[in-house]
């Protein structure tokens, strides 16, 4: 069994430092592609008297209908932005053995640590292309997490992009999102607070290249679309295209590259907490244009995760109570309700603890009352 989130573990080490080359964005796409209107919400005007209400106002639409916005000055200096990629990439290039060291814990629902491109797509002969090694926060609770040697070699490095990420878009966020919803600035981001015990995660991600072929034969097997499982996802910018958002209109749309920008959209416990008012959005990821499919995808995002002392209960919003969301039951403080880590776990361990990625058209995934289609057309 892989180690457990919560079992100390040694960290481990090498003697010889693993060299991170610098890593560059590819050029972006010629093709004329079929880009999703996004909009652009400027942190710089955050902490400007009336700053955050003109800045709620603008992201309203996005998180309510859309579910997936663009922020922009984030004070995230690029610099940082593409070293953290190049750490990213040096690892996916390290030996199968060294990246093993550390597995995610699917078996328990746990994420941190590394994820392997080794489950079929079915029957249809291609494996999944996607690795993955996901980061857990830098706080005491998770300071025994065992680490690969690229980690433990650059972790000041490492923690302290990942806190400068929550602190400087996906806090202000839930900020942004407090204030639509009239509640008390600090409400979510207390809910979300990052040194708390959540399963947040800094994540570097790498579709890796595959022939036409296996991505015709991939997808003809399943092209639905998923939502995420936490409240926010953060998508730092880089120029592989690929990633598709449904539309309120039920269309397709391609989600384009913002230079210095961050993609972001909303997740399910985020519905849950909300009782649907914002919305978690449909995506999938798709074969890259043509003059994109020999490169890999490299991907750096953070994902922000309810934690085990924040209930998956309606936050208690005038605004949604004047819409007429909330029932009495959900007034209750007191109602048994299961924790946003509980949730997302058992989220993870049913979709990844498992050796084949099995068709799940018009099923859905329930735990405790919260309950989620695992597909979408």
Known sequence: MAPSATEPQSQFSTTDRVLVKPWSRPAPTKEDLDWAPLVKI???????????????????????????????????????????????????????EEKRKAPCNFAEGEYFGYRENSRWVGDTGV???????????????YAKEPKHAI?????????????????????????????????????????????????????????????????????????????DFGSLTLL???????????????NWKYVKPVEGGITCNAADTLTFLTKGFVKSTVHRVVTPPKDQINIPRLGLLYFSRPGANTPMRPVPSPLLDRLGLLTEEDKDPDRPAVSGTEYVRARVKDVHHKTVLDKREGTSFEFQGLKVPNYYD
């Open 42 to 96: 400027d942190l710089s005007h955050f902490d400007e008297p009336g700053g955050k209400q003109e800045l709620a106002r603008q992201l309203y639409d996005a998180v309510t209908n859309v579910g997936f916005w663009v922020v922009i000055n984030t004070g995230l200096d690029d610099e940082r932005v593409l070293r953290q990629f190049s750490i990213g990439n040096t690892f996916f290039k390290e030996p199968l």
């Open 127 to 141: 494996k999944e292309n996607i690795e993955m090694l996901n980061i857990p926060k830098a706080i005491p609770a």
């Open 151 to 227: 980690t433990t070699q650059n972790y000041d490095e490492i923690a302290s992009f990942h806190r400068d990420v929550w602190e400087k878009v996906a806090r202000k966020l839930f900020v942004l999102i407090a204030i639509i919803l009239e509640l008390p600035e600090n409400y979510l981001a207390d809910a979300h607070a990052y040194d708390e015990e959540s399963d947040d995660h800094l994540r570097y991600m790498i579709y890796n290249v595959r022939t036409q072929d296996e991505w015709d034969r991939a997808q003809a097997y399943s092209k639905g679309g998923h939502t």
């Open 236 to 250: 730092l910018s880089q120029h592989v295209a690929g990633l598709q958002i449904r539309t309120p209109e039920g």
